[in-house]
């Protein structure tokens, strides 16, 4: 069990110079300093060391549930968009479905004046990811651009993750997926489908990042911005109620929005960081 | 070799190659180990067509990606007055629509006895002869959907047959009070309202174009000062859960709330004056206190009060109902939009034509169905009308209930392989004109339904048609209602009204059927992506339920989660119950949009049709006991 502890990927946020070169001097830190090179090393610890660095993008989503009138736009562009599974009665009753992006209903109250709070819920893109901590293989992991990323690949179809996700928002692959042959032609060429047994989740529809990044670069390397880069969810919403963005640009909508006086997050006292941030519906 | 050879050399190797896994710091090992972001995969070559949604009338535009030619993916056009880049939850499901592998392939003609589902393929050549044949000039009617203008729409009234639009009711505005009480259709815009007031209406889910629906309320909740949302209905829907308050009433009465509202503010005084027969309006609405309409509602007396109180302060306000309640209701709370000043400030004239809907018992013996499917939305009435026909023939490009008792059913297109020239209408009354060629080359053996119309009357190229049509078409300004409005159909609408049912021993509870908006208009359940859709508060999906209060579910003796049969005079369906502490007592809410026993492979023999129970969506009484 130690070992297993041990092996967790994630360093304490704010590792000292001292402690570092302590753990230096350690002849296993010198092997790994011969295998890895000192210059990757190097820029690790400095990453460690400021890692609110206002360089760089850091992907962001604000959803304003006052606006949002959750008519599920969001959620079937974001199956359609990245290949999720159909569904069917048998897996419906069985709460397997899978549905990167689910609306999450939360009911208070009783007749004749209930409460109710329905909340389109994305992968939330923790900035302390409580799913990346348990990953026994690095199939899950925070990307420089704060996205949390899965390796299908790499995933062995522990469901760590899963459990240790507490916004629900990892779900496995129970079976390989089925498609009608004619559906087939309308799969996203640029989503990958997964395999039977391994995890998956929202990537802030990574794929488009990627491809915006090709389009920035082909057109002479300019900044990329939030007008190349939108998730499919945004992008479809009627209400206007999903804003994206980067929250390291001061200047973008999701940034002042993610401040506004309405913010909150999910489950907030577990410490996890959200890059999606709700603003409380209601006067 | 096969078999794992636990050495001492092996062991000491893999516990030497793991120990300095383990013992490298986290920093280095993350290094190593993190996954390294690949470049994305290359792609053939990307291209992008216009196209339109057309899966309701409202004419959003869309974006088709095409890879090497096949479409895989659908967005909304950022620059159309309707969608203005988004989409409702349909729009991302056109793929689906598209690519189903259920899709009517080319034209059919029945070989066996009527509603057996056993057909025959046959070339369109011979369908178009034998369809020719029988469709005379003024021998038959054409039932289709309800929209302003399009090329489709002009070739079928050139053949001479008697139009009949059949609206989704729970859908449309009141149309029956707009032409009792204008002469005419209306439209409405309630953006910069101070207060919107719904009766009987999950507008936020039923309100037709759902996109700018859904635009509408993001604007009234971002408006200052903030618009105040309130809904009058038996169940606490998504538009009531969302709003800013909910006044549970019972299925069926939400016109008396208004009519009480309406009494308080011409006893006081405060209303807007001028209407033709507002003083016998005023004695009508007498016998409708707040007390008495709190017991024929099941409405807390004292929200009544309130809700009168905020018509009274909170100008401009509207009153927003739906074609699904009785023409008196309807009448009753659009006469709120008279006495408050929302009919001048966000009503104005509609181009579209309103008239009543079709009745199934008054029709010709031969049949066109263009793209609707009664026998689905009403069953009842409509299988009785189909059996008895001599000759029906259907458009559609899915099988459904209707296209089961065709004789010769005619594949036609989906909105994405199809030519669209069409004028659409705005909530706010003004027009758009869409006109696109076709988004993907067209599957199989089919034909556009605007074509197979032209074939079967005057014939000639479809394609030089409907541009022909669209260039003679503009977009249309509007007008706030002309002349005053009439109170006089209403007055006398309430002396022929009859109460409300009566208790019945046998049928104690009273049905709400509700529309989720991913089976708007019947319409949705064969697509897999909108089944997963239909029950965002209660997280069901891919089935019927029925929602109860507890008290009612202890009286019925039924458990959540339990399978219950719900019996009316009329018919029975067997659904899953879930108990909500936010349910009316007494009354049972299911959903609209599963139970189809045709339609394709996702949506046949999925869940229950809650119109077999009656034959309006104004509610009936029923029974509900454990299966």
């Known amino acids: ?283 | 070799m096969n078999d794992f050879d636990l050495s001492r050399k092996n062991f000491l190797k893999w516990v030497g190659i793991f120990g300095a896994g383990t013992l490298l710091p986290g920093c280095a090992r993350k290094t190593l180990l993190a996954p390294k972001e690949e470049a994305a995969s290359a792609l053939g070559l990307e291209t992008f067509s216009a196209s339109i949604c057309a899966l309701c009338s409202a004419g959003c535009a869309v974006r088709v990606r095409l890879v090497d030619g096949l479409a895989v993916g659908v967005s909304g056009v950022l620059e159309h007055p309707v969608n203005q880049g988004a989409l409702c939850p349909k729009g991302p499901a056109l793929l689906q629509e598209l690519y189903h592998p259920d899709r009517l392939r080319s034209p059919l003609v029945r070989s066996g006895p009527r509603g057996k589902g056993t057909w025959k393929a046959v070339s369109w050549e011979e369908a178009l002869k034998r369809v020719a044949a029988k469709l005379r000039p003024g021998r038959f009617d054409a039932v289709t959907f309800p929209r302003l203008r399009d090329a489709g729409s002009e070739s079928l009234a050139a053949l001479g047959g008697r139009v009949m639009p059949l609206g989704f009711a729970p859908s449309e505005p009141p149309l029956d009070a707009h032409l009792a009480m204008h002469g005419r259709a209306l439209s409405c815009d309630p953006a910069g309202a101070r207060l919107v007031v719904s009766f009987g209406s999950d507008w936020l889910q039923t309100r037709s174009s759902h996109v700018e629906t859904q635009r509408l309320w993001g604007r009234l909740r971002a408006a200052v000062p903030r618009a105040q949302i309130v809904s009058v209905e038996p169940r606490f829907s998504i538009t009531a859960g969302k709003g800013d308050s909910w006044i549970p009433a019972r299925p069926g009465t939400e016109g008396y709330v208004a009519l009480a509202v309406a009494r308080q503010l011409l006893e006081t005084g405060h209303h807007e004056r001028g209407g033709r027969g507002l003083e016998a309006f005023a004695r009508a609405v007498e016998p409708f206190p707040f007390e008495r309409v709190a017991e024929l509602t099941g409405a807390p007396e004292q929200a009544l009060r309130v809700l009168a109180a905020k018509f009274a302060s909170a100008r401009p306000a509207v009153a927003l109902g739906s074609r699904g309640a009785p023409a008196w209701s309807q009448m009753a709370i659009h006469s709120l939009n008279a006495l408050c000043g929302g009919l001048g400030a966000y009503f104005r004239e509609s181009p579209e034509s309103a008239r009543p809907a079709p009745d199934p018992s008054t029709l010709s013996s031969v049949l066109l169905i263009d793209r609707v499917n009664p026998a689905f939305t009403a069953p009842r009435a409509w299988r009785a009308a189909l059996e008895k026909a001599e000759f029906v023939v259907a458009v559609a490009p899915h099988m459904t209930e209707t296209a089961e008792y065709a004789d010769i059913v005619l594949a036609c297109r989906t909105p994405l392989e199809q030519l669209h020239a069409s004028e659409h209408s705005l909530l706010s009354g003004e027009t758009t004109v869409n006109s696109a060629g076709r988004g993907v080359q067209p599957l199989y053996d089919t034909k556009d339904a605007g074509e197979i119309f032209l074939a079967l009357g005057r014939g000639g190229d479809y394609g030089a048609y409907a541009k022909s049509k669209a260039a003679g078409w503009h977009r249309r300004s509007v007008a706030p209602p002309a002349g005053p409005v009439d109170f006089a159909p209403l007055a006398l609408a309430l002396k022929a009204a009859a109460g409300p049912a009566s208790k019945d021993k046998d049928f104690p509870l009273e049905l709400c059927i509700f529309t989720p908006l991913a089976f708007s208009r019947g319409e949705g359940a064969h697509l897999p992506y909108l089944q997963s859709l239909a029950g965002v508060q209660t997280a069901e999906q891919w089935e019927t339920w029925a929602e109860i209060h507890p008290e009612t579910a202890t009286d019925c003796r039924v458990e959540d989660g339990q399978k219950v049969r719900i019996s009316s005079t009329a018919g029975m369906i067997e659904v899953k119950a879930r108990v909500l502490p936010s349910a009316m007592p007494g009354v049972v809410s299911v959903p609209f949009g599963l139970g189809h026993t045709s339609y394709g492979r996702w949506a046949k023999g999925v869940g229950a049709n809650p119109m077999e129970l009656t034959d309006t969506f104004e509610g009936a009484r029923v029974r509900m006991e454990p299966v």
Not at chain 1, 261 to 273: M, P, Q, S, V
């Open chain 1, 1 to 283: 069990m130690s070992e297993r502890s041990e092996a967790s990927p994630q360093e304490p946020q704010g590792v000292s110079r001292l402690e570092f070169l302590k753990r230096g001097l350690a002849p296993a830190a010198a092997l790994a300093a011969l295998v890895v090179g000192s210059k990757a090393l190097a820029s690790e610890v400095a990453r460690k060391k400021e890692p609110a660095t206002k360089e760089g993008h850091r992907w962001g989503m604000v959803i304003d549930l006052d606006k949002c009138t959750a008519c599920g736009s969001c959620v079937v562009a974001c199956s359609a968009e990245n290949n999720l599974t159909l569904g069917n009665p048998g897996e419906a009753a069985m709460n397997r479905v899978i549905r990167w992006l689910k609306i999450l209903p939360m009911n208070e109250g009783e007749y004749p004046a209930p409460k109710q709070r329905l909340a389109p819920t994305p992968c939330q893109q923790c900035d302390d990811p409580p799913c990346i901590k348990v990953c026994p293989v690095y199939a899950t992991f925070l990307n420089p651009e704060g996205i949390v990323g899965q390796v299908y690949a790499r995933c062995i179809g522990c469901r760590y993750c899963v459990n240790a996700c507490p916004y629900t928002c990892k779900e496995f692959n129970w079976k390989a997926p089925e498609w009608p042959e004619e559906m087939t032609t309308g799969l996203n060429p640029d989503v990958s489908v997964r395999p039977r047994g391994v995890v998956e989740k929202c990537l802030f529809c990574h794929h488009r990042l990627q491809r915006a990044k090709e389009k920035a670069a082909a057109e002479g390397h300019r900044p990329l911005s939030e007008a190349d880069y939108q998730p499919a969810c945004a992008e479809v919403c009627p209400a206007k109620a999903i804003v994206f963005g980067d929250l390291n640009n001061r200047d973008s909508d999701v940034a002042s929005l993610s401040k506004d006086d309405r913010a909150f997050h999910l489950l907030e006292e577990l410490g996890t960081d959200p890059k999606v941030t709700y603003l409380r519906g209601g006067a």
